[in-house]
């Protein structure tokens, strides 16, 4: 099999559901392909159960489909039947289709079923759906094309049908129009849909159907046997008004199936210029196609949105945007594809207003960034988890990620007009949240800073003091503010550089390693914590005390219910160290455990089957970049302080890395590693 390829052909094998999307748009496969899966628009939200919450909202499933053969309607079997014959669903990754194929053996009823489902990444809101079915019978056939609004979050507001249009010979036409809104939001959406028929249709009746919370289109017609028949759906969607919606699915079906398929295809072509190649070991290399197709259908370029730790896989954590984004998969696109990045960035700056609210909420000064944050740039954490208002570290998550884009790009304009004041917020905000206190071990009077009662990067770990992450990456934010005022002829408050220099961290002398916080006692962790001082954020640890803490740390993980991400910064570590033998087993256990079939779909934590955890996608690309390859992110643009490394069987490791207006082939192999600057296409 390619390692573009993820199919399965065995009904009876475990199957977690792919999706297709564009980073705008969204859908969920299923097993038979007939629309049974959920869509979203990334940042279209709606009111939850819970009064503080939003979720981001189920759109009306627009692309359900049904097939009556006389007797049955296909809708109706379950995975167990022994109805579908010569089974199989494929995901071509690198056009980022999904396709199923099968035969419905029902009795003497017998048709060959075809459905093709992509979401076009040369426009962000249309979605097409092909559906190609030979009967080979002669009789009756109904076919159901409907927008399932029971499988939705949106209230409807209007619905206007199209009639039948014949458009040539054996060709026709329908559309019809939803416009519908989410709760709390003064927001319309508009659903268009245009069904396209070809074939030799005969004694063709249609209806429009408006029962039940579905509307569309039932199509009854005598079957030939044999013969092919097909109906292609184009739908946009979008907060547009209904003229133009149906005039955008209008002008798709016109440029036809085809040639959509092809624009959209050269579209994902050129993303996956950015394709990391592996060679030496083909089930890694089909890993990492996943892990980047993941990645890349939850981010697009110029939306100004950020990646949920599901992407648009599904609605899981509400689609709320968490750390994640920032530490875990903006960094692993951020040399790759750095305008897919530039969303994540421009999400936090544009939502600065919101965590300058959450600020005042809570009696400090600048930006406190939300734990859980939607459209609106609030603060969404559900009112029963008390990780919205204890896990603070988040505000340093993203000031690293701001730093981490003018690194990438030197783009001093930027830095003036965008970062600068996020950055300045958040440095104030840590100004304002730290308790000083006398350090009696100091000769002179100097104070040192404590942040208490948080909530660890290992969650397990809450009501703590002096958290090492959040202690660390909180001095590291202060200290950027103060280059980024410098950088840019501002002023910085001498008073972020003090707090930052006498910022504390729990230390054991005896063990030389760097506590998780003060007074912990060996427990178990859920996730990295100490260790992301060693990598992302570069502190100066005595290289003794970031080996221990490497070597300590990874004893205590939660291997069994803890998130995929973690053994990716132990994987880092490893190479980094020149380790080749800890790098293989850290990089395996970031990733193998939590693969899930057909489709090597990851799931959250070992235990369980939460899909596609895009937060482990963004953490096993790291580990190549940052681990395999030894590149790091300095004030100066690309570096590569760290010697290469291979995972034991690889022979073969080669990226395309971007930065500051360049672009570099980087190839490691055992030998060593070779950086070559691409010339600019002529």
Same mark, same amino acid.
């Given at each position: 099999m390619s390692s573009w390829t993820l199919a399965t052909n065995n009904l009876l094998a475990p199957y977690t559901p792919t999706f297709v999307a564009n980073g705008a748009l969204g859908i969920t496969g299923d097993w038979l392909g007939i629309g049974k899966g959920d869509c979203h628009l990334a940042d279209l939200f709606t009111r939850s159960s819970d009064p503080a919450d939003t979720v981001r909202a189920? &759109?009306?499933?627009?692309?359900?489909?049904?097939?009556?053969?006389?007797l049955h309607w296909l809708g109706g079997l379950d995975r167990n039947t022994s109805l579908v014959r010569g089974y199989r669903q494929e995901l071509d990754l690198r056009a980022a289709t999904l396709t199923t194929r099968y035969r419905w053996h029902d009795g003497d009823r017998r048709i060959d079923i075809a459905i093709d489902l992509f979401v =076009?990444?040369?426009?962000?809101?249309?979605?097409?759906?092909?559906?190609? &079915?030979?009967?080979?019978?002669?009789?009756?056939?109904? &076919?159901?094309? /409907?927008?399932?609004?029971?499988?939705?979050?949106?209230?409807?507001?209007?619905?206007?049908?199209?009639?039948?249009?014949?458009?040539?010979?054996?060709?026709?036409?329908?559309?019809?129009?939803?416009?519908?809104?989410?709760?709390?939001?003064?927001?319309?959406?508009?659903?268009?849909?245009?069904?396209?028929?070809?074939?030799?249709?005969?004694?063709? #009746?249609?209806?429009?159907?408006?029962? =039940?919370?579905?509307?569309?289109v039932q199509l009854t017609f005598h079957a030939q046997a044999d013969a092919t028949y097909t109906l292609t759906r184009y739908v946009a969607v979008g907060r547009l008004d209904a003229a133009d919606a149906l005039g955008q699915a209008r002008r798709a079906g016109e440029i036809g199936y085809a040639g959509l398929h092809a624009a959209h295809a050269a579209a994902w072509e050129q993303l996956w210029e950015g394709a990391i190649e592996i060679e030496g070991d083909d089930h890694a290399q089909r890993v990492v196609r996943a892990a980047q197709y993941a990645v890349l259908s939850s981010l697009r370029a110029g939306s100004r949105w950020s990646v949920s730790p599901m992407g648009l896989s599904s609605r899981g954590y509400g689609g709320h945007i968490f750390w994640d984004a920032d530490i875990w998969i903006y960094?692993?696109?951020?040399?790759?594809?750095? #305008?897919?990045?530039?969303?994540?960035? #421009?999400?936090? =700056?544009?939502?600065?207003?919101?965590?300058?609210?959450?600020?005042?909420?809570?009696?400090?000064?600048?930006?406190?960034?939300?734990?859980e944050s939607d459209d609106l740039g609030v603060e969404t954490t559900p009112s029963w988890a008390p990780c919205g208002q204890y896990e603070q570290h988040i505000t340093a998550c993203v000031a690293?990620?701001?730093?981490?884009?003018?690194?990438?790009?030197?783009?001093?304009?930027?830095?003036?007009?965008?970062?600068? @004041?996020?950055?300045?917020? =958040?440095?104030?905000?840590?100004?304002?949240?730290?308790?000083?206190?006398?350090?009696?071990?100091?000769?002179?009077?100097?104070?040192?800073?404590?942040?208490?009662?948080?909530?660890?990067?290992?969650?397990?770990?809450?009501?703590?003091?002096?958290?090492?992450?959040?202690?660390?990456?909180?001095?590291?934010? /202060?200290?950027?503010?103060?280059?980024?005022?410098? &950088?840019?002829?501002?002023?910085a408050p001498p008073l972020w550089e003090h707090v930052a220099e006498r910022m504390y961290l729990p230390f054991d002398p005896e063990r030389r390693i760097t506590l998780e916080y003060e007074g912990y006692t060996d427990a178990i962790i859920k996730q990295a914590d100490v260790v992301l001082l060693t990598y992302p954020l570069e502190s100066p640890l005595p290289a003794d005390v970031a080996a221990n803490n490497a070597r300590y740390y990874a004893t205590r993980v939660d291997a069994d219910h803890g998130p995929a991400m973690t053994y990716a910064i132990h994987a880092i570590l490893a190479a980094a160290a020149g380790d080749r033998a800890l790098l293989s087993e850290y990089l395996r256990r970031s990733y193998e455990p939590n693969l899930r079939p057909p489709f090597l779909s990851f799931s959250e934590t070992p235990?369980?089957?939460?899909?596609?955890?895009?937060?482990?996608?963004?953490?096993?690309?790291?580990?190549?970049?940052?681990?395999?390859?030894?590149?790091?992110?300095?004030?100066?643009? /690309?570096?590569?302080?760290?010697?290469?490394?291979? @995972?034991?069987?690889?022979?073969?490791?080669?990226?395309?890395?971007?930065?500051?207006?360049?672009?570099?082939?980087?190839?490691?192999?055992?030998?060593?590693?070779?950086?070559?600057?691409?010339?600019?296409?002529?």
């Open positions: 189920r &759109l009306p499933a627009f692309h359900a489909l049904d097939i009556h053969n006389g =076009c990444r040369h426009e962000p809101g249309l979605a097409v759906q092909r559906l190609t &079915l030979t009967p080979h019978f002669s009789g009756p056939l109904r &076919l159901s094309a /409907l927008t399932d609004e029971r499988r939705g979050d949106l209230l409807r507001d209007q619905l206007a049908a199209e009639p039948l249009r014949a458009t040539a010979p054996n060709r026709a036409d329908l559309g019809w129009t939803l416009l519908c809104s989410p709760a709390q939001r003064d927001t319309t959406v508009a659903i268009a849909t245009l069904l396209q028929l070809a074939g030799p249709f005969e004694a063709l #009746e249609h209806s429009f159907v408006d029962t =039940c919370g579905s509307s569309g960094p692993a696109v951020l040399l790759t594809h750095p #305008e897919l990045a530039q969303s994540c960035v #421009e999400y936090r =700056c544009d939502r600065l207003e919101g965590a300058r609210a959450k600020a005042r909420q809570y009696g400090y000064a600048g930006a406190m960034f939300p734990w690293i990620a701001a730093w981490q884009w003018w690194q990438a790009t030197g783009d001093l304009v930027w830095l003036r007009e965008r970062g600068w @004041p996020l950055l300045r917020d =958040c440095a104030n905000f840590w100004a304002s949240r730290v308790t000083p206190q006398p350090d009696p071990e100091r000769l002179d009077p100097q104070q040192v800073y404590h942040i208490r009662d948080v909530q660890a990067a290992d969650e397990y770990a809450i009501h703590v003091d002096d958290n090492a992450w959040t202690n660390a990456s909180a001095a590291r934010c /202060l200290q950027l503010a103060a280059r980024a005022a410098a &950088l840019i002829g501002e002023t235990d369980q089957d939460y899909c596609t955890f895009v937060t482990g996608a963004g953490g096993l690309l790291q580990a190549l970049l940052f681990g395999c390859c030894g590149a790091r992110l300095t004030d100066e643009g /690309l570096a590569f302080p760290h010697p290469p490394t291979l @995972p034991s069987g690889w022979t073969r490791l080669r990226v395309r890395l971007r930065c500051r207006g360049s672009t570099y082939q980087v190839v490691v192999t055992p030998k060593g590693r070779e950086v070559q600057a691409i010339p600019p296409a002529a």
